[in-house]
């Protein structure tokens, strides 16, 4: 593929993983009560951002009535409220919400993306749904890899998934593998891997992953990535 819009075109397509199918289509008939005006997006959600972006952010899966309804990444829900809030209060987002695709928000110098682009039953994608989807993650680093220069994975699923998906393109990646953790910080082949507790209302509502926590990884992989941070 020679671009991120073909790329993100055939995403939105694919059709491969049975469950996955059948789950975001089904959510997407029956909403949830305060959506039920919204005609659901229910396919694969494509990453967002620049194609020139120097700094990605891995995420895990679309949520059932956050990116599977809206058709954007982390859009729509309470994950996504903290994640944008915080790229906001760096400087890598232009408005801290993100609540529709044409809602006007732009990311600078960032793109995210996720290991699995169907919502999952529960949030919890099989193994087998991973390394399926796996190609269009190889096939989005391979685009991206002429401008980038640092990577945030947000959570330990996000890291398992991502560092296959580096090796499958291209990068060179460390044996064994580096281990998952808050904070990690891994030079990888001419860019920098940065590890981050994930946005999910667990860990937020719980005090696991703070907003100051993910502004100072926010930053740190910012200022890897040679972009302007506050």
Partial sequence: MDSLTELDARVAGCTACPRLVAWREEVGRTKRAAFRDWTYWARPVPGFGPADASLAIIGLAPAAHGGN?????????????????????????????????????????????????????????????????????????????????????LGAFGWQAALPAFAGAGWTVPRPRPVFGHGTRVPLDGIDLFGCFHVSQRNTFTGKLTPDMLRDVLRGAGEAAGLPVK
């Avoid at 993100?98 to 993306?113: C, F, M, P, W």
């Fill in 69 to 153: 309804r809206t058709g954007r990444m982390f859009t729509g829900d309470r994950s996504g409220d903290v994640l944008y809030q915080a790229l906001y209060d760096v400087g890598l987002a232009n408005r801290p919400t993100a609540v529709s695709r044409d809602d006007g928000l732009e990311l600078h110098g960032v793109r995210i993306t996720s290991p699995v682009h169907c919502a999952p039953p529960e949030n919890k994608p099989t193994p087998g749904e991973r390394d399926t989807c796996r190609p269009w993650l190889v096939q989005e680093l391979k685009l991206l890899r002429p401008t980038l220069r640092a990577v945030l994975v």
